[in-house]
């Protein structure tokens, strides 16, 4: 594809409509805010009002914040940018194939740049549509319908977003070699295949038993086979990055991962609360989760800190930030690299899938750890920013290394 501008009011439309295509898509349309901001960028520049994409005007006109609002306090317009971002790479790449030409949002910019498809580009892969269960009688096939819904949600959230950690990590061949690739190199080189835990929250001693007359449509509606969309979402980031270099994966629930599945090789642990093998591993490092209706990260080396906690009797629609632990470290249980991304709710969960497995995010850890930080044990803590009801882009807050 060339970048290109539009210099007619003709080719002005066309823009408009890829706009407009874009925004009534399901990435964008279950939001006010990331529609908003790329109206205003987009429309701006095809009218000649570049001057108007700057971060605080961009934070009165959209977001409806004061003139003089402090834009490091309040970082709406670089979060809401991030997701924008992400959401456009969901987009093209579900649905390229039928665009004329392309709206990208750059790195470090808010102009966006236009490009336009080259007429003997190749159809990217189709993906599978979701279809809504029709409403039908009985509460059987209901259930069933819902089971089925359900399962093509997960598979498209996958989808998804292995698609976004594909996209970002071919972004930037730099920054992968010098971000992600010193990050992953250690949980790479250790062991093939690598286990992936997921966190679901099951307590085995409370689930009943299935026994040989538990019927099909019981065992697949179970609580069992219920994964979060969170999970769901670090596990394709996290799987879009390792697949990059031919990495297999073995994928277990927290409660079906015993001593020795762990033992000798290289895990990695998806969600903290609800995923035992979490709590139990990250338990003796400086940062550890504190579980209850007030959960915290807590610095072991400053117990007067009590910012990172999230607050899980207040109504869901205020929590308006989340905490996450990565860490990267050879434990002494398992005896062989572990990798954790987890939050204290489901967004910290979420951004921490993101964080691992985008470049950008991944190079902020050389700003807070010294040099030779991706030959030792590295824990860090990430702040991010719930927008309507979605996880921001994660804000590394805390570092240590050993």
């Not at 498809?117 to 096939?141: C, F, L, N, T």
């Not at 990798?339 to 709710?345: E, I, P, T």
């Amino acid at each position: 594809m060339s970048q290109w501008f539009p210099a007619s009011e003709e080719e002005r439309e066309l823009v408009r409509k890829e706009l407009d295509a874009i925004v009534s898509s399901y990435h964008f349309r279950g939001s006010k805010r990331y529609p908003a901001m790329l109206k205003y960028v987009v429309t701006a520049a095809i009218d000649g009002r570049t001057s108007e994409l700057k971060e605080r005007t961009l934070g009165v006109e959209v977001f409806g914040r004061d003139a003089d609002y402090d834009t490091s306090a309040d970082p709406v317009v670089r979060i809401s940018a991030g997701e924008v971002r992400k959401r456009i790479a969901q987009f093209y790449h579900e649905n390229g194939h039928g665009s004329k030409l392309e709206i990208e949002l750059p790195l470090g910019s808010y102009l966006p740049e236009f490009k336009l498809r080259e007429p003997d580009a190749p159809e990217e892969q189709a993906v599978i549509d979701i279809e809504k269960p029709a409403i039908v009688e009985g509460q059987q096939r209901k259930t069933f319908l819902w089971y089925r819904a359900t399962a093509l949600v997960f598979i498209s959230v996958l989808a998804a977003g292995a698609a976004f950690g594909v996209y970002a990590y071919r972004k930037a061949v730099s920054a992968r070699s010098t971000a992600i690739g010193r990050l992953w190199a250690p949980m790479i080189k250790f062991s093939d295949p690598v286990l992936v835990v997921l966190g679901t929250g099951h307590n085995a001693d409370q689930i009943a038993p299935e026994t040989t007359e538990t019927t099909f449509l019981a065992h697949i509606t179970s609580h069992e086979h219920h994964c979060s969309v969170a999970i769901a979402t670090a596990l394709a980031n996290i799987a879009g990055v390792l697949r990059q270099d031919g990495t297999t994966l073995e994928i277990k629930e927290d409660n079906e991962t015993s001593l020795t599945d762990v033992h000798s090789r290289t895990v990695i642990l998806i969600g903290a609360t609800n995923n035992v093998w979490t709590m139990r591993l990250v338990s003796p490092l400086r940062y550890r989760f504190l579980p209850g209706p007030i959960a915290q990260i807590q610095d072991t080396k400053n117990l007067q800190n009590t910012a990172w906690t999230v607050n899980f009797l207040q109504p869901y629609v205020s929590v308006s930030t989340d905490y996450a632990i990565v860490a990267r470290y050879r434990d002494p249980t398992t005896e062989g690299p572990v990798m954790v991304a987890a939050g204290l709710g489901p967004f910290g969960t979420e951004a921490a899938g993101a964080f691992v497995a985008t470049p950008q995010y991944v190079e902020q850890i050389a700003k807070q750890l010294p040099p030779g930080w991706e030959n030792k044990n590295i824990e860090l803590v990430l702040k991010t920013e719930v927008i309507d009801g979605k996880a921001g882009p994660p804000t590394l807050v805390a570092a240590t290394e050993w």
